[in-house]
């Protein structure tokens, strides 16, 4: 992804992983008339940035952050991920880029439960097409980063809500994404756990480099993060 040809955000010695310019997102809710969700956002985030995103229920967080981690279109504007423009890119490129790009971590953690904690984080590795032998070893290797070694053979449903979230984390770094989408990954979590969480997503960007996009209604959440922006009425005002 760190590629001499990446654009940089002018003034800064720093590669652009995402950019938005003008996003307006609607929906059609079975009706003929359209809804608009997100209104012109513009929004830039640099290599190793951990931003947090606050704002209230129906803001349009989520929305945001399903645009950015290209798992929906903006119904106008453009859209940079990764050094591409993706408005003009078919679903099957769409798909490629966020497979090697991205990692979601969402509030509920989304795991197989009836598969073991190394097999939920070895799936995205299996999607990508890794030798068997190399996809356990890095998945050991993320389950014992994440402090779940001992728990690694057990089944996802056994596990507590925190060390859910945890492989969740691991699986959302199984391809050392260059950009970490989590949308309200502590929200279910008590704080000793939602501390846990942070810590590891933190450590993670820091180690390498990882953008980071983070969903939170916890203010001493975001206050630890690089910088925080507030989403409003489907705007960012702050
Ligand atoms: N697929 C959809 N179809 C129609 N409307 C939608 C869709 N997804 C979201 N919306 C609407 O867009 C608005 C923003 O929703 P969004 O889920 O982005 O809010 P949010 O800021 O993430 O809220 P929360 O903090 O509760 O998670 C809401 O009014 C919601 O009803
Ligand atoms: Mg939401």
New binding site residues.
């Given amino acids: 992804m760190v590629d001499a040809h990446d654009p940089q955000e002018p003034g800064s010695s720093r590669v652009v992983v995402v950019q938005l310019r003008g996003v307006c997102k609607s ?1 059609n ?1 079975g009706t003929a008339i359209e ?1 608009e ?1 997100l209104h012109g956002i513009d929004l830039t985030l640099l290599q190793g940035e951990f931003c947090a995103v606050m ?10 952050l399903n645009i950015v981690g290209l798992l929906d279109r903006p119904t106008s504007g453009t859209l940079q991920v990764c050094g591409a423009e993706t408005t003009a890119l078919d679903d099957r490129s769409l798909t490629r880029l966020r497979g090697h790009s991205i990692g979601f971590v969402f509030q509920y953690h989304h795991l197989l439960t009836a598969f073991t904690a190394l097999e939920n984080v070895m799936i995205p590795m299996l999607a990508a097409g890794l030798a068997t032998q190399e996809m356990r070893t890095r998945a050991e290797q993320l389950i014992d980063s994440v402090g779940l070694s001992a728990w690694q053979d057990r089944l996802a449903g056994n596990m507590s809500g925190g060390q859910q979230q945890r492989v969740a984390v691991a699986r959302a770094l199984a391809m050392t994404p260059a950009l970490l989408l989590a ?2 990954p502590t929200g279910n979590l008590d704080t000793k756990s939602a501390d846990a969480v942070f810590e590891l997503l933190r450590r993670f960007n820091r180690e390498h480099g990882t953008t980071v996009l983070f ?1 939170t ?1 916890n203010g001493a959440l975001a206050s630890r993060c690089d910088k925080t922006i507030q ?1 409003v009425d ?1 705007r960012i005002t702050g």
């Fill in positions: 929906f809710v809804t969700v704002g209230p229920s129906g803001s349009g967080k989520s929305t945001l949308d309200e969903v209604h989403v489907g």
